[in-house]
């Protein structure tokens, strides 16, 4: 039985542990805030840019000519799966429940034959991968960064383009949690290269004929980079506001579990305490009678 | 006069949204004024100055580059970079300048140096209408 000091110097190490988790959680909330605010802001542009891009490519007429970027390889042999997690750990499933997504892809993928590799936009994704796939990851990238600006992004969708220009990978999925809520984040995969366009095609039929200044061409070969950069710039953005909002909730639990600690074992030290004064009182009463 | 939807918006967030009666674009082939009722039209942006006509007042935003859609819904601007002129700080601009001039002066003859001389001559254009 551990001695009343030893007991004493728990409940302080709990103590102490509980003084952290209520601190990151005060921390991950003030950042969420921001984080979602970002996040929120960046979504008109990111919805406006599909909008127009699935609208030029509904009206091109021969899909043949259209850039590679728009009309993809005409394989799906090689998958290349772009996951973006956090750099830092201690944010409950949020991180795992990404790579999971993420394996279960690749499983399907190699599953069929396909050829598969992996390009991790933070460290923790790239720490979880590498034990199982780590001959699969081309790179890992670590974006340790205040504040997520645009260029950012510019500079991995680049990455991502090279590679393709390349003809390193037929097809890429981006992996990112969509920030729903604090409590509710939702891991999602999202074809990029070449991209989809839900409903869009179906929903505007009757597409309107517009004007193109300079011509169709033109504009895609301008828009279709930058349309990679913008969903990865949104995912990043959505990454971050689930990661504090993960992050915030996990470390409430944590703080909630610490004090549960706390009292349990404060219970069982006065409960010691207690024993041994009325144990020595025994020992003095019976000394006594003995006299 | 008629009014239109227009929204101007940056990557990282949504500058201007509302009805407005006229909007003065910098398209890449040339400026073209926007009135309700324009015809359906995408075209690209280059640096420049974007003015936009709210009863009788006029705003005044920068834009570095990016798309125009007219659509049945109205005018969207999604622009690369967008600010309004008053925020615009002279000291990056001339910064931005000098490092393009320095662009220029290294290159070697081919499409990168055109390219970096027609973004100078966008950004001194700015420059100009700015007076800063």
Redesign the interface.
Known sequence: MASLKDMRVRIAATKATQKITKAMQMVAASKLRRAQA?AE??R??AE??ER?LS??AGSVADINSAPRLLAGTGKDQVHLLVVCTAERGLCGAFNSSIVRLAREKINFLVGHGKTVKILCIGRKGADQLRRQYGSMILEVVELRVKTL??DHAEKASEKIQYLYEKGEFDIATLFFSRFRSVVQQIPTALQIIPPVFEAAASESAPT???????DEL??LT??LP?NIA?QL?RALLENAASEQGARMSAMDNATRNAGEMIRKQTITYNRTRQGMITKELIEIISGAEAL | MAKFQF?L??????LYSGMVDQVDVP???GDFGVLAGH??????LRPGIVTITENGAQVRAMVGGG?A?V??NGL?L?A?FAMPTDQVDGAVLAGQIKDLEEDVADAAEGAARDRAAHRLDQLRAVQAVLGR
């Not at chain 1, 309107?208 to 300079?214: K, L, N, R």
């Not at chain 2, 918006?9 to 949504?14: D, I, M, R, S, Y």
Request: net charge negative.
């Open positions: 970002a802001a960046a008109p542009y406006r840019m127009v609208n030029i600006g645009f309107i004929s517009y004007e193109y200044e300079p033109d504009i301008e828009l930058r913008v710039f | 929204d918006v940056g990557p990282e967030k949504l398209g890449s082939e015809a359906p039209l995408v075209a690209m798309f859609e659509g049945p969207t999604l690369d």
